[in-house]
């Protein structure tokens, strides 16, 4: 073989690696892009969907809750909205007058929210549930309609707002929750959260 051709084909040679090189920088460069694409499509999926449930169990509350019926200062009748805390479960009650009867009280029917103390318990919702005055069980089994879960959430709290001087009444509902609420360490990019969302409801049927 010449000189020539030794040369050429050295020439080649480092020619293919040169080009092997920079084909495999290229394609980790693609890799990287599509991964990155892939995490932000993963991030925006679950923060859509986690922001979709909160909302939708926000107006869930804001619904009921505003259809409190009360007479303050009537026994029995009361304000028509309670809290009653256990060990095992936070419970919010609601009285409403779905017949159209605002004069009488008896033919009222309680609605009742639930969920357990602990970090990713199930937000319950009964459409019938026992006056608050009955000590009920944690479950469906205290439910007279239909019980179904609006989601899970990492924190909830009721504040019931009584302001005698200001003429305010309503209740304050603060809620966090994480996509996946099991795991809430894992940082933002993999499991989004909506922190602290807060809304405060009035109530349309009630007299002082």
């Given at each position: 073989m010449s000189r020539y051709l030794k040369n050429r084909t050295a020439m080649i040679l480092v020619e293919l690696i040169v080009a092997t090189i920079l084909i495999g920088i290229l394609m980790l460069g693609i890799m990287a892009i599509e991964l990155a694409m892939r995490q932000t499509f993963s991030t925006t999926f679950k923060?859509?969907?986690?922001?979709?449930?909160?909302?939708?169990?926000?107006?869930?509350?804001?619904?009921?809750?505003?259809?409190?019926?009360?007479?303050?200062?009537?026994?029995?009748?009361?304000?028509?909205?309670?809290?009653?805390?256990?060990?095992?479960?936070?419970?919010?009650?609601?009285?409403?007058?779905?017949?159209?009867?605002?004069?009488?009280?008896?033919?009222?029917?309680?609605?009742?929210?639930?969920?357990?103390?602990?970090?990713?318990?199930?937000?319950?919702?009964?459409?019938?549930?026992?006056?608050?005055?009955?000590?009920?069980?944690?479950?469906?089994?205290?439910?007279?309609?239909?019980?179904?879960?609006?989601?899970?959430?990492?924190?909830?709290?009721?504040?019931?707002?009584?302001?005698?001087?200001?003429?305010q009444y309503y209740t304050e509902v603060n809620l966090t929750a994480y996509y996946d609420n099991t795991n809430p360490l894992i940082g933002s990019i993999k499991n989004p959260k909506i922190e602290d969302m807060q809304t405060k409801i009035s109530y349309m049927s009630h007299s002082w």
């Open positions: 923060s859509a969907a986690l922001s979709m449930k909160v909302s939708a169990a926000m107006l869930h509350f804001s619904r009921n809750i505003s259809k409190a019926i009360g007479h303050r200062g009537v026994p029995g009748v009361d304000e028509g909205i309670a809290k009653v805390d256990d060990a095992v479960c936070t419970k919010l009650y609601v009285r409403q007058d779905n017949l159209g009867t605002p004069a009488d009280y008896t033919d009222d029917t309680w609605v009742r929210y639930q969920h357990d103390t602990g970090a990713n318990s199930s937000l319950m919702f009964c459409d019938n549930s026992p006056d608050p005055t009955i000590n009920i069980a944690c479950d469906a089994t205290a439910c007279n309609g239909n019980y179904y879960e609006l989601l899970k959430v990492y924190s909830l709290a009721y504040d019931i707002i009584k302001d005698d001087v200001n003429l």
